[in-house]
């Protein structure tokens, strides 16, 4: 990893609580009430997604690559981070990192025009990760879905047939249930993976958008 990359996850990751804190919020936190329901469910349901420290490696490295000349919304951020240690307020916050640029002839225009050119790159690779997840969807779930439809079928034919097929009929039955379970644990892990991709992914640029709206109201 290099050092400019090092420096753009400690601009932007937000600190999570420790196992201590987290044990603390969960010995104090009112039990939730158990659902009345026992059915289970016909559609396996992905866990809420979470920001990730491998996606925030994959988004802020497209941000490195594609890091522009000169003093930008990059430096700026960073100028923000520095000054956040310091007991100053949003406001005085943002136009002291502004002051700094403003030597070097930067506007708030071009630092606007600098997050919001960001914020296309992260969403085109957000795009290219729906584009991956996709494939996968259909390399790993639309092949097995269409097998078990040709087995079900198979199933149906032979049922019809004489007695020694049904063992031949079991053996397809067993099959089909185990490509049930692996779509059960492929669908799992996709969304899983995709949720937070997008929770990472919403954390960041809600943070640029943040920045962007404080420029335009700060930096006049």
Not at 70 to 85: H, Q, R, V
Not at 120 to 126: A, G, I, N, Q
Not at 138 to 145: D, L, T, V
């Amino acid at each position: 990893m290099s050092d400019f990359l090092k420096k753009l996850k400690g601009m932007f990751i937000v600190e999570t609580p420790t196992d201590e804190q987290a044990s603390d919020n969960a010995s104090t936190a009112k039990p939730e009430e158990k659902p009345t329901s026992t059915s289970p469910s016909s559609t396996p349901v992905a866990p809420a997604g979470k920001a990730s420290e491998k996606f925030y490696d994959i988004l802020l490295g497209a941000m490195e690559a594609n890091n522009q000349e000169g003093f930008d919304y990059l430096e700026y951020k960073k100028s923000l981070a520095t000054l956040a240690k310091m007991p100053m307020d949003e406001q005085t916050r943002y136009f002291s990192a502004y002051a700094a640029a403003q030597a070097m002839g930067v506007t708030p225009q071009k630092l606007t025009e600098s997050a919001n050119f960001y914020l296309k790159v992260l969403t085109s690779e957000d795009a290219k990760f729906q584009e991956s997840v996709n494939a996968q969807r259909q390399k790993q779930i639309g092949n097995k879905e269409k097998a078990i439809a040709d087995m079900d079928a198979t199933i149906k034919a032979k049922a019809e047939q004489i007695a020694k097929l049904t063992q031949e009929i079991q053996v397809h039955q067993t099959d089909m249930e185990k490509m049930k379970a692996e779509i059960s644990d492929a669908v799992i892990k996709i969304e899983t993976t995709l949720s937070d991709f997008h929770a990472t992914f919403n954390e960041l640029t809600a943070q640029i958008s943040q920045d962007v709206d404080n420029m335009g109201k700060y930096l006049k």
